[in-house]
T-cell receptor, first 117, second 114 residues
Framework: AQKITQTQPGMFVQEKEAVTLDCTYD???????LFWYKQPSSGEMIFLIY??????QNATEGRYSLNFQKARKSANLVISASQLGDSAMYFC??????????????FGQGTTLQVKP | GAVVSQHPSRVICKSGTSVKIECRSL??????MFWYRQFPKQSLMLMAT?????????EQGVEKDKFLINHASLTLSTLTVTSAHPEDSSFYIC??????????FGPGTRLTVL
């Protein structure tokens, strides 16, 4: 069963506008972490933001914020004031906690974001 | 953040040859490293978990005899693609686990098998 689902293969956004990239997850582990990464065409994985399952507040990092809805098991990424340099592929990932956790990440399918000038 | 390097960044080889990819944690010790494979426009698929001084744990469907992983020290893990074939052409990315379970990714290695 797919543990991390990103249902938007591609998204367009106008420069300076906000965009939301969807991510839903499935786990029975009460302890888990959710990550968002940006992958430009160069291939490097750039860490954007992290949300722990026990965090009370939604994570924010500059123009990035994570809309964490635990009951719905969703962790959408919001990018405000989009810039041309935001054009890239974005991955949502989950790490499950608990004993024996190796720290491995499970990735969603990814969403390609294109920012239009 | 911590730095992970990969070498080579690109490699082209002939079918049937073996290719070794190195993954180094430059400023931290990674007891655990992960190897991922990524086809164009697709997600990262975990291939194996590499623990220093012990055998790697492979994900289901990954041939351990084809993708040899060695994690001889706390700063170096290697992935050897043995008898490479064109279908092994892919982008291989490693990551190292930091002290607080953060994941630091290498820049990736693009393998092309002719």
């Amino acid at each position: 069963a797919q543990k991390i689902t990103q249902t938007q293969p591609g998204m367009f956004v106008q420069e300076k506008e906000a965009v939301t990239l969807d991510c839903t997850y499935d786990t029975s582990d009460p302890s888990y972490g959710l990550f968002w990464y940006k992958q430009p065409s160069s291939g490097e994985m750039i860490f954007l933001i992290y949300q722990g399952s026990y965090d009370q507040q939604n994570a924010t990092e500059g123009r990035y914020s994570l809309n964490f809805q635990k009951a719905r098991k969703s962790a959408n990424l919001v990018i405000s004031a989009s810039q041309l340099g935001d054009s890239a592929m974005y991955f949502c990932a989950m790490r499950e906690g608990g004993s024996g956790n190796t720290g491995k990440l499970i990735f969603g399918q990814g969403t390609t974001l294109q920012v239009k000038p | 953040g911590a730095v992970v390097s990969q070498h080579p960044s690109r490699v082209i080889c002939k079918s049937g040859t073996s290719v070794k990819i190195e993954c180094r944690s430059l400023d931290f010790q990674a007891t655990t490293m992960f190897w991922y494979r990524q086809f164009p426009k697709q997600s990262l698929m975990l291939m194996a978990t590499s623990n220093e001084g012990s055998k790697a744990t492979y994900e289901q469907g990954v041939e351990k005899d084809k993708f040899l992983i060695n994690h001889a020290s706390l700063t170096l893990s290697t992935l050897t693609v043995t008898s490479a074939h064109p279908e092994d052409s892919s982008f291989y990315i490693c990551s190292g686990t930091g002290a607080y379970n953060e994941q630091f990714f290498g820049p990736g290695t693009r393998l092309t098998v002719l």
